[in-house]
RNA sequence: GUCUUGUUAGCUCAGCUGGUAGAGCAGUUCCCUUUUAAGGAAUUGGCCGUUGGUUCGAAUCCAACACAGGACACCA
């Protein structure tokens, strides 16, 4: 029996008793006309009243038990729905005294109920219903968590994400809020006549990001198949093949380490411009931003933590290297050579791969002295290629990738640049990532011969950019954590310790 | 992957330098017909994360392991 703690077992009795008082715990006959929330907006004028109540309103709403105060012949309750919480009322007179009785031994905190009654104002000045009927709807076996302190271990709260949403009121708005950003999105491309597609998340390259990813087999096919680390090979596919903005919001799958800002599975909205450019995404970012901040209600500075976000003014925009010089504070000579660059590292006593390109250098230096101190939203621009082989190079600097990030908040939210479309170079690239791949770097790009092949088609001149959802909406609901914007974030298996030692 | 802190009743937490485990809430039994974490009286409930070790004796000391929070590393 799963259900087997005192309690539990208390209480699927009282079900059963419930049962034999022909009180179907578990029934569908539930119909309500009302709910929490609108209960007390229909009825907020009963205040005007003589009585302050009016017996020929009559409502049902329904909900979960959260408080209960039993006073002998009487009973409040506070029931809790999507919408709020409601008093309720009852008495041994309003309900009857038989089912009074039972209902005092058999209902408690935790069971879902309907009650039917008319509104009223209790002498502490509180909108409640009078309840004339009171129906279970389901019987809680498992009872909550404290009423006052509620449920605080996070542990519990990710691996009973229900069970949080119950006692925590707040994360379902934060859940409600992500929501409305997706659909906000959503609709923000499809006016701007971006195609919503579907591609495949089971690749048998993957490919569109540095990351190592998770491995399956296909059984049928008797291949290993990769879940995708991005959707943009096959995004830019399709701008090949004729379609000319395209977006896509969906899950991608990176197999490597967890904490604040990664989950292995995360959300991230890419999409594809044709004939337009990297500039053209970081203005379409941020009349994205304004969109968010102006329909969630939110004002033009924001609270992130401890720090104000300030989204008043148009995103500074800073050119990688001059990000190093002017917020990392290293000097113009260090950043010039290899050996500087080393030398600089070392002296302030940080690990360094000795083998690592110049470009590889900079990123590092970048992510130490660089990326936390970006709090207000601001592009970075012109990476070293060797850091972005998809990305297209300057026509002035062979050196320098077309290519932009967003940071806000010390996090990277999003990244976009103009496509590399010259299919010899593409290929190119590619065959130099296999050598970094050789050399050890497991989350350098693999190969795509057919995604080459594609932009030997044709690729017409098109930016592209990702923006990661779960973080974007760790901003715009001030969480620290991106387990708390994820509903049911990746946690490892609680195993059942069976070791013990067998008599011999 | 590394470091660090934690794991005690259903929940939130005490438990000192080792001497056989406590509180509040919840539950159970009573009293109470307008309460707001309602109140009053009594009371049930513990493989002290797991496995070993030290010791006459371990929730407490030591080790390994598991899981979690945080930091770092990798990445978005």
């Given at each position: 029996?799963?259900?087997?703690?005192?309690?539990?077992?208390?209480?699927?009795?009282?079900?059963?008793?419930?049962?034999?008082?022909?009180?179907?715990?578990?029934?569908?006959?539930?119909k309500?006309?009302?709910?929490?929330?609108?209960?007390?907006?229909d009825?907020?004028?009963?205040?005007?009243?003589?009585?302050m109540r009016?017996?020929?309103k009559?409502?049902?709403?329904a909900?979960?038990?959260?408080?209960?105060r039993?006073?002998?012949?009487?009973?409040?309750?506070?029931i809790?729905?999507?919408?709020g919480v409601?008093?309720?009322y009852?008495?041994?007179?309003s309900i009857?005294?038989?089912?009074?009785?039972?209902?005092?031994?058999?209902?408690?905190v935790?069971?879902?109920?309907?009650?039917?009654?008319?509104?009223?104002?209790?002498?502490?000045?509180?909108?409640?219903?009078?309840v004339?009927?009171?129906?279970?709807?389901?019987?809680?076996?498992?009872?909550?968590?404290e009423?006052?302190?509620?449920?605080?271990?996070?542990?519990?709260?990710?691996?009973?994400?229900?069970?949080?949403?119950?006692?925590?009121y707040?994360?379902?708005?934060?859940?409600r809020?992500?929501?409305?950003?997706v659909?906000?999105?959503?609709?923000?491309?499809?006016?701007k006549?971006?195609l919503?597609?579907?591609?495949?998340?089971?690749?048998?390259i993957?490919?569109?990001?540095n990351a190592?990813?998770?491995?399956?087999h296909?059984n049928?096919?008797?291949?290993?198949?990769?879940?995708r680390?991005?959707?943009?090979l096959?995004?830019?596919?399709l701008i090949v093949?004729?379609?000319e903005?395209v977006f896509?919001i969906?899950?991608?799958?990176?197999?490597?380490?967890?904490?604040?800002?990664h989950?292995?599975?995360?959300?991230?909205?890419?999409?594809?411009?044709?004939?337009h450019?990297y500039y053209?995404?970081?203005?379409?970012t941020?009349?994205?931003?304004?969109?968010?901040?102006?329909?969630?209600?939110?004002?033009?500075?924001?609270?992130?933590?401890?720090?104000?976000?300030?989204f008043?003014?148009?995103?500074?925009i800073?050119?990688?290297?001059?990000?190093?010089?002017?917020?990392?504070?290293?000097?113009?000579?260090?950043?010039?050579?290899?050996?500087?660059?080393?030398?600089?590292?070392?002296?302030?006593?940080?690990?360094?791969?000795?083998?690592l390109?110049?470009?590889?250098l900079?990123?590092?230096?970048?992510?130490?002295?660089?990326?936390?101190?970006?709090i207000?939203p601001?592009?970075?621009?012109?990476?070293?290629?060797?850091?972005?082989?998809?990305?297209?190079?300057?026509?002035?600097?062979?050196?320098?990738?077309?290519?932009?990030?967003?940071f806000?908040?010390?996090?990277?939210i999003a990244?976009?640049?103009?496509?590399?479309n010259?299919?010899?170079?593409?290929?190119?690239?590619f065959t130099?990532q296999?050598?970094?791949?050789?050399?050890?770097?497991?989350?350098a790009?693999?190969?795509?011969?057919?995604?080459?092949r594609?932009?030997?088609?044709?690729?017409?001149?098109?930016?592209?950019?990702?923006?990661?959802?779960?973080?974007?909406?760790?901003?715009?609901?001030?969480?620290q954590?991106?387990r708390?914007?994820?509903?049911?974030?990746a946690?490892?298996p609680?195993?059942?310790?069976?070791?013990?030692?067998?008599?011999?």
């Amino acid at each position: 029996m799963i259900f087997n703690n005192q309690y539990e077992l208390q209480r699927v009795e009282k079900a059963e008793l419930l049962k034999e008082l022909g009180k179907n715990p578990y029934t569908h006959n539930i119909k309500r006309d009302s709910t929490t929330k609108k209960f007390k907006d229909d009825h907020e004028q009963i205040k005007n009243l003589e009585n302050m109540r009016d017996k020929n309103k009559e409502n049902t709403v329904a909900g979960r038990i959260k408080f209960l105060r039993h006073m002998g012949k009487a009973a409040f309750a506070k029931i809790e729905d999507d919408q709020g919480v409601l008093q309720v009322y009852f008495s041994k007179e309003s309900i009857g005294e038989d089912w009074f009785k039972s209902v005092k031994k058999l209902i408690e905190v935790g069971d879902i109920i309907s009650v039917t009654g008319f509104p009223f104002i209790t002498k502490t000045g509180e909108l409640s219903l009078h309840v004339k009927t009171l129906k279970l709807a389901t019987k809680s076996i498992t009872p909550l968590p404290e009423k006052f302190h509620g449920l605080t271990n996070k542990e519990l709260r990710y691996r009973k994400r229900y069970l949080d949403m119950i006692m925590n009121y707040k994360i379902k708005e934060t859940f409600r809020t992500r929501s409305k950003i997706v659909s906000l999105i959503r609709n923000f491309f499809e006016e701007k006549n971006f195609l919503e597609v579907e591609t495949p998340m089971m690749h048998p390259i993957p490919g569109g990001a540095n990351a190592k990813p998770f491995v399956t087999h296909h059984n049928a096919l008797g291949v290993e198949r990769y879940l995708r680390i991005a959707p943009e090979l096959y995004l830019k596919r399709l701008i090949v093949g004729g379609f000319e903005a395209v977006f896509e919001i969906n899950r991608n799958f990176r197999n490597e380490g967890m904490d604040l800002t990664h989950n292995p599975e995360f959300t991230m909205i890419e999409f594809y411009w044709a004939y337009h450019t990297y500039y053209d995404l970081m203005e379409l970012t941020q009349e994205m931003f304004a969109m968010l901040l102006k329909q969630l209600k939110l004002p033009k500075k924001i609270p992130y933590g401890d720090i104000e976000i300030d989204f008043s003014k148009k995103f500074k925009i800073l050119s990688y290297k001059n990000a190093l010089i002017e917020i990392g504070g290293i000097s113009i000579e260090t950043l010039e050579t290899k050996k500087s660059v080393l030398a600089y590292l070392k002296d302030k006593d940080e690990e360094v791969d000795e083998k690592l390109s110049l470009g590889k250098l900079y990123e590092k230096l970048f992510d130490l002295y660089v990326e936390k101190k970006l709090i207000n939203p601001t592009f970075i621009i012109d990476y070293p290629i060797e850091i972005s082989p998809l990305a297209r190079k300057k026509d002035d600097d062979q050196n320098i990738a077309e290519r932009f990030e967003l940071f806000i908040a010390g996090h990277e939210i999003a990244n976009g640049f103009n496509e590399l479309n010259d299919p010899i170079d593409q290929y190119n690239r590619f065959t130099s990532q296999l050598k970094i791949k050789d050399e050890g770097d497991g989350s350098a790009h693999e190969m795509d011969e057919d995604y080459v092949r594609a932009l030997g088609y044709g690729l017409p001149p098109t930016a592209g950019q990702g923006i990661g959802i779960d973080r974007l909406t760790m901003i715009l609901t001030n969480e620290q954590s991106i387990r708390d914007v994820i509903l049911f974030p990746a946690m490892k298996p609680v195993h059942v310790n069976n070791n013990k030692k067998e008599d011999i």
